[in-house]
């Protein structure tokens, strides 16, 4: 698939909501797909809580075990912070400079604001973060899946008993679910999912949290040391902590779907307006969530903290609440899962719909279109799924998924488009800071990536 712009930089293969009243301005699929804007405040942030507050929660009581009690909520609001900058820079990337144009999803605003060259390059990387959300997501279902047969086990045949499953059938199971859900028409069909995950994030991660807290109290002390876990030498440690950082880096972003929920709502009040109120409620929210489970979590189990807090059997009782919160953990996932894939689903249906003969713009999508779409939607939900059944490591897998996409996605493009939409200088002192800010978290992520990938090799080594 190739990504085509025309002189304007606008894209001229993907989905494209325009504001142009002329109907030769938009793409063909975008008028087959119109419907009336209706968000809110309230549509944005069930959007982003369902986004954000995913997989990511359950191993950040393990980044935070690496980090130690100083380290590890510091980093933690760093991460926040830069989510809300990038989100703050996106909010002046969705509209044109003239004002005739808006950016429905990233790779649009990439395309129209900074052009070609940096769209092809933005585009192999947006597609990749879909897939490794998919990919992760899958296998963080699969693990919650099976946790809740362990529990029972556990329950009926004691703590010591040998209740050791896999998860290859869960993973199967979960790809057949996406394999239905993903029919859903597209990005605007799926506010009633949202809402439904982001009531779900927010009762697994209370529920991880109170646990944890009820674990602490029960212990009557607060484990943990201001170092972190101790290694058996620098290397290991070092490796550890890379490993966190890239964690911390899956747990946080939700900016490449940023332009494509700001894109659901009403004009009035101002799409800016809501998205930057949403963020910033919605960051405040998650990191509260973020510091409760990754804190009650270390505090209760200290240098023994596992890698997922509701699947790594910390806890055994009460079984049914553990065995709810990881119903909870899979029902949010199924729908972050479309969160991050319709997306996906409009780029590549936009293509399709590119082909069609010039000047034909159709209503009702052929019976040919309509079989693409389908064949498309299974057959990307079969590559998710045979991912994570080749690598089915839950904490190296979310590391190296985060420190991939985080620089390019949530730091590296968002300043760019900001610094071109507002004509900010090469040498003014904005432009020097946030290119210094750039270099900085380059230098994080490729650390974290390291990390990440020794400890994926390692997983598989002794596997």
Sequence with gaps: MTFEFDEDGQNSNLLSHSSSSSPTS???????????????????LSHIITAVIGSGVLALSWSMSQ?????????????????LTSAFLLCHCYKSLDGLHTNASYLEAVGRILGKRSALVC???????????????????????????????????????????GTTYYILIFGMIQVIVSQIPDFRNIKWLSVIAATMSFAYATIGSALGLAKVIENREIRGDIEGVPASNTADKVWSVAQALGDLAFAFPFSVIFLNIMDTLKSSPPE????????????????????????????????????????????????????????????????????????????????????????????????????????????????????????????????????????????????????????????TTKSLLLRLYCSLIFIAMV?????????????????
């Design 123 to 165: 585009g192999v990387i947006v597609q990749i973060n879909f897939i490794k959300v998919g990919v992760v997501y899958t296998i963080t279902s699969s693990i919650s899946m099976r946790a809740i047969q362990m529990s029972n086990c556990y329950h009926k045949e004691g703590h010591e008993a040998a209740c050791d499953y």
């Design 447 to 463: 650390f974290a990536f390291l990390g990440s990938v020794q400890g994926l090799i390692a997983a598989k080594l002794s596997a």
């Design 272 to 427: 800016k307006v809501i998205m930057k109120k949403a963020s910033i409620i919605a960051v405040c929210i998650t990191t509260f969530f973020y510091m409760s489970c990754g804190g009650f979590g270390y505090a209760a189990f200290g240098n023994s903290t596992p890698g997922n807090l509701l699947t790594g059997f910390g806890f055994y009782e009460p079984y049914w609440l553990i065995d709810f919160a990881n119903a909870c953990v899979v029902v949010h996932l199924i729908g972050g899962y479309q969160m991050f894939t319709q997306p996906l689903f409009a780029s590549v249906e936009g293509w399709f719909v590119s082909k069609l003969p010039r000047g034909e713009v159709k209503e009702t999508p052929s019976l040919g279109l309509f079989l693409a779409k389908l064949c498309f939607r299974i057959v990307y939900v079969g590559l998710t799924t045979s991912i994570a059944y080749v690598f089915p490591y839950f904490n190296q897998v979310v590391g190296l998924s985060g420190s991939i996409v985080f620089w390019p996605v949530v730091v590296y493009f968002p300043v760019e488009m900001y610094l071109v939409q507002k004509n900010i200088g090469p040498w």
């Design 67 to 83: 980090l130690g009690w100083i380290a590890g909520p510091l980093t933690m609001l760093a991460f926040a912070s830069v989510t």
């Design 26 to 44: 938009s793409s063909s699929y975008a008028l087959m797909n119109h419907d009336h804007k209706t968000g809110t405040i309230w549509t944005a």
